[in-house]
């Protein structure tokens, strides 16, 4: 018996793994042989190559042949020129989206409405069904009418996807079944390891999770296996998987190879490399400070200075620049702001799910549709700052944008376990790492974009299968000629992440990495200014969202230049130094629920339990599952109004965690405002506030605020008449006579009276109680004329 026949008796295809006896040349396919021998064993079990697949175990079968002495022979995968990757599938999905414009109307045109074939997305999508022939199509550069969208065939277009590891489905979005005749498509672990890449590793390395967990029956399915679960178990648990997705070894849980087992995998690796986060143990005490008082008596101004101080800038005296200095820093995310209030939530303040439309790749989001993803809030987007910060630089030394062109750039883990390294080889290595097109383009004749696509498509000529595209070709000439020695690289995590920023300082070079035939051969060598794997907001950097393109360069007005600059320089500093201080400002902080606002990190803020410190903690958070902590370099300030609320109604939580200082009234400051309204300003808030002592208390007073601003009498009666009156009023609940108390206009006798702030007259009683026994009742109006301050000030 030939071995076709012997293939065929068990229904096996052409095999990608034979064996060989020790110094035999002879070898023999490895699955149908142990399925012949099997049949063999007292128990007469027969193996065909389905229930081979359906959980006999390739891996215990090669491992026993090697046991037994045999040389198991697995051939690599053959990867054809005109393969696709899934950053380019998810990007020809974008252009799908925009079919309708001007500039991707002419690709998509001639493709018809599917009936049968489409590819679900990886990305979080509204709709993550796109048609399986226009999708290859626009990647390959074939028409409708030389292309088939099926898989009966290794060039089809759902075949080709298919071997890119995606999902084929049908008009439900439900996963097609695998032919049995079609014995090319992938099955088995091979493609359980390829569709758990694609749709839960990389998706949560992109959302920036910490961990993802794949129940064995759900990559089952949607691998459109069927009763193979076993073998799902086996391709989940195996090294080969670990190194495709750069991941440790899971964490199982449930009943073994069964379609409940479970499989966590941890994304963060626990190795010090370059860019990750320096130990913090040598970092100055983190400050929690809350200052507190009367309204209108500086305290926000105040945290303006205390924020300067505490990111170590000196402090100028003069108010302009003093704001001038805390302006800068707000720029560049050393300073964050925000007002608490009474709606303020966790979900707003450290992390919450948040309706979001569209894709993390700049998908159009016209339609009604969202979903809901976990965001971080304004605590734990600075405390990332914070953490990835490894100290500063000389102003001699320190690096700016000026006379620089800035680029976006994707250097990610791809599907192939060659690719999955491209990003760590170009930070240890200090370069840029470009696909598309496996030819050297170092040749001067290269130095156009018309050029490079032309040979292309001279290149397609010979081979059909050859890789060819406009955007391709556009992107190409972008790095190989547009992108020019001390301009910026961007390199995303996805849309929403930045996780690399670098200057170029190399032409471009052709070095193929060996054992690959030209593929990610295009190098820049790049000094890779700051690293964070994990990840920074975007937003942080840009003030657009950035798009799903390979490389493209972005406008200056677009981008927040001081944030950009300050990440340049952040981790500049290889010898020992403290990194930067950053500074949280919380407005009004005793507006909203602290215990609801904090949450856990009510534990977290002490000064000994930062990052760092001998008694460190982390939590882990509950919408996103990260573990989480609060690095000692972040600072917080927060204010609070006791008007609104006393001291000693707060959190007793939180008031054992802070340090607080009051900020009373200072009438000293108002001297110059005293010259130039000709007003006493200084004595008038004195009697004021010892009169409001007096009736109310010292936590009601009123702020020096309220006049520092005024520079004519008329401004004090403004300021008097639509300020400190309606105060008094709120204050004294309408009680007009301690209001004129308080301004010196009330007297002991029962009749009216004309005030320098208030005027007093006695209402008539009605008929029937004008009998002279009810006590008198009074009218108090606010005199429309300019106040007279005579008698208020003693004088």
Known sequence: MGEKAFLQRGAFAAPKVRFSGVGDHHTFPAKATVAAAVAHLPEKISLTAKEFFNGFGETQSFSKLEELGYKVLRQPVAQDKGAITRELIEAAMDAFDLRETAEFEPAFSAFKEPTKYWVRSTKPREDRR?????????LSGKTSSN?????????????????AGYVIVDKDDLPLPLPDEYTHLMRGAERARLVALNYFIEPAREAGKASVTIRAGDLHDLCGLEKNWA?????????????????????????????????????????????????????????????????????????????????????????????AVYQGLLAAGRIEFVTFHQSMAYEEFVEGRQPMTGADDGEDTSSGGFRLETVPGIFRRIARRAEVSRGTVSSETKLSLEGRRVFKMSIGAKYLPEDAPLFEEAIEKNCAIFGFYDFDLSDPRFDTREAIHAAAEARRKEDPEAFVSQPASMMTNLFRNSLKVGDVLIVTKGNLLVRAIGIVEGDYEFSPIEGRAGDYAHRRAVNW??????????????????????????????????????????????????????????DEINRANISKVFGELITLLESDKRLGQANQLKVRLPYSGDEFGVPSNLHIVGTMNTADRSIALLDTALRRRFTFREIMPNPAVLKEAAARTGIDLPTLLTIINERIEHLYDR??????AYFTGCDNRADVDEVMRHKVIPLLAEYFFEDWGKIAAVLGDLDTHDGPIEGGFLNRS??????????????????????????????????
């Open 130 to 138: 796109y048609p399986t022939k226009p999708i290859v199509g626009f």
């Open 147 to 163: 292309l088939n969208g099926g898989w009966s065939q290794p060039s089809d277009a759902a075949a080709k996807l298919h071997e």
């Open 231 to 323: 073998n799902v178990c086996q391709a989940l648990e195996g090294e080969k998987f670990q190194s495709l997705a750069r991941v440790p070894a899971p964490k199982i849980e449930g009943p073994a190879r069964s379609t409940t087992t479970e499989f966590t995998f941890q994304l963060e690796s626990n190795e010090i490399k370059k860019g990750e986060d320096m130990p913090r143990s040598a970092m100055n005490v983190a400050e929690n400070l809350i200052l507190f008082g009367p309204p209108g008596t500086g305290k926000t101004f105040s945290t303006a200075a205390e924020a300067v101080k505490l990111c170590g800038e000196p402090v100028p005296e003069d108010r302009d620049d003093l704001m």
């Open 529 to 586: 200014l700051w690293v964070d794997r994990d990840g920074i907001e975007a937003s942080d950097v840009a003030k657009v969202g950035l798009v799903q393109r390979t490389i493209y360069e972005i406008d200056k007005s677009s981008l927040n230049v001081p944030a950009l600059e300050r990440y340049m320089n952040s981790q500049r500093n290889e010898g020992p130094s403290d990194p930067e201080p950053f500074v949280l400002i919380i």
């Open 699 to 704: 936590d009601h007073q009123i702020g020096h």
């Open 762 to 795: 006695v209402l008539k009683a009605p008929p029937g109680l004008d009998n002279g026994e009810a006590m008198p009742r009074f009218r108090w109006d606010v005199r429309e004329d300019s106040f007279n301050y005579a008698r208020l000030l003693g004088s």
